[in-house]
T-cell receptor
Framework: DTAVSQTPKYLVTQMGNDKSIKCEQN?????MYWYKQDSKKFLKIMFS???????INETVPNRFSPKSPDKAHLNLHINSLELGDSAVYFC???????????FGPGTRLLVL | AQSVTQLGSHVSVSEGALVLLRCNYS??????LFWYVQYPNQGLQLLLK??????LVKGINGFEAEFKKSETSFHLTKPSAHMSDAAEYFC???????????FGTGTRLKVLA
């Protein structure tokens, strides 16, 4: 009965590779988010989708491309990975008009 | 524009002592305020939230927070710390329709036996 799930949980890869992280929520929410948590634990929003439409894009390099095939899924594809992309990426979801966001367990990305 | 400041990146308390984690916010519109807890290698779990109803908000695990508009604060308290409270705590602010949280930099709580 997981609410917000992410795969994979851990991702170790080489610089220059392309990788994807998947997020799914079964809460019936219509808004989903990607956050990045850096090594100092600072959390910053990257993207938000509402009903499959992009509504927030916070000055993220265009190597990062989110895709929302339906309201329950928001995937993150990263091209040409760089060392600075190493972080924990959190997916979250909420219901439009409701402010509470529910977070997934995170994907720990390490770029070597 | 909105922002959040968490004073004290590390706080240590003895088991059984009062926990006080500080959060001050800045918002040009009435804010929604949240406290989340993050246990090691886990995601964020909502502790409590303020959404313009009662100014004293009770959350899970015995935590509560009071919204003070005059002080632009939303400090988190717990009367008696437990070892299991050791974690990272994040304060966040949002506003209606903005679809995003602005997080503070987090406070790591250490509970001493």
């Amino acid at each position: 009965d997981t609410a917000v799930s992410q795969t994979p949980k851990y991702l170790v890869t080489q610089m220059g590779n392309d990788k994807s992280i998947k997020c799914e929520q079964n809460l019936g929410h219509d808004t989903m988010y990607w956050y990045k948590q850096d090594s100092k634990k600072f959390l910053k929003i990257m993207f938000s989708y509402n009903n499959k439409e992009l509504i927030i894009n916070e000055t993220v390099p265009n190597r990062f491309s989110p895709k929302s095939p339906d309201k329950a899924h928001l995937n993150l594809h990263i091209n040409s990975l760089e060392l600075g992309d190493s972080a924990v990426y959190f997916c979250a979801s909420s219901l439009a008009g409701q402010e509470t966001q529910y977070f997934g367990p995170g994907t720990r990305l390490l770029v070597l | 524009a909105q922002s959040v400041t968490q004073l004290g990146s590390h706080v240590s308390v003895s088991e059984g002592a009062l926990v006080l984690l500080r959060c001050n916010y800045s918002s040009s519109v009435p804010p929604y305020l949240f406290w989340y807890v993050q246990y090691p290698n886990q995601g964020l779990q909502l502790l409590l939230k303020y959404t313009s109803a009662a100014t004293l908000v009770k959350g899970i695990n015995g935590f509560e927070a009071e919204f003070k508009k005059s002080e632009t604060s939303f400090h988190l308290t717990k009367p008696s710390a437990h070892m299991s409270d050791a974690a990272e705590y994040f304060c966040a602010v949002s506003a209606t329709g903005t679809y995003k949280y602005i997080f503070g930099t987090g406070t790591r709580l250490k509970v001493l036996a």
